[in-house]
Nanobody, 115 residues
């Protein structure tokens, strides 16, 4: 079982940038498919981006060209670089790790973008 701890959230003006980090415990991090999700008040949790075990990435259409997901297996950490932030990006951002059919979630980090 892996434990995930997110960090890097905060308050930023529209057009600004933030870098989220998700640190994982355990020695099997490289075998996990990692993802970032977000949930705004009153909305369902939605997929933002994923990075596979070989580094393959996917993105939600709403963040393509602005966000970049990456992973550092030596540090057991996944990152989400967010540029060109918009007020509609305001949400709590969660890290998820998938190992076969098991999903593990972090506690989330709040991102607030002011207009």
């Amino acid at each position: 079982q892996v434990q995930l701890v997110e960090s890097g959230g905060g308050l930023v003006q529209a057009g600004g940038s933030l870098r989220l980090s998700c640190a994982a415990s355990g020695s099997t991090f490289r075998a996990y498919i990692m993802g970032w999700y977000r949930q705004a008040p009153g909305n369902q949790r939605e997929l933002v981006a994923t990075v596979g075990t070989t580094g393959t990435t996917t993105y939600a259409d709403s963040v393509k060209g602005r966000f970049t997901i990456s992973r550092d297996n030596s540090k057991a950490t996944v990152y989400l670089q967010m540029n060109g932030l918009k007020p509609e990006d305001t949400a709590r951002y969660y890290c998820k790790g998938r190992f076969y059919s098991s999903d593990y979630w972090g506690q989330g980090t709040q991102v607030t973008v002011s207009s």
